[in-house]
């Protein structure tokens, strides 16, 4: 199949040098290239472990074990109950 693609000049350059020193069409350099490029795309990266570095936050022992929600609501009302 033919298609028009618009390509860098050092690219094109690369691709023909390449060729050239290998003595294998233009084409064909170029075909292998596009294969083992879409070819490493399709491979998943592997991923490195993420860590988690937990540290204390000094949370009173009263809010242990209860969920952000209710400590919000807790705090704030508490906020409003120490006067101003």
Known sequence: ???????????LRELRQQAQSSGVPFKQ?????????LASAAQPKP??????????????????????NQVSDDLEAEDHLTPQ
């Open 1 to 11: 199949m033919r298609t028009t693609v618009d390509i860098s000049n050092a690219t």
């Open 29 to 37: 350099v170029l075909e292998e290239t596009l294969q083992r490029g």
């Open 47 to 68: 991923r490195s472990r993420f860590r988690v570095t937990p540290f204390r936050v000094g949370i009173r022992t009263e809010f242990l074990g209860r969920s952000l």
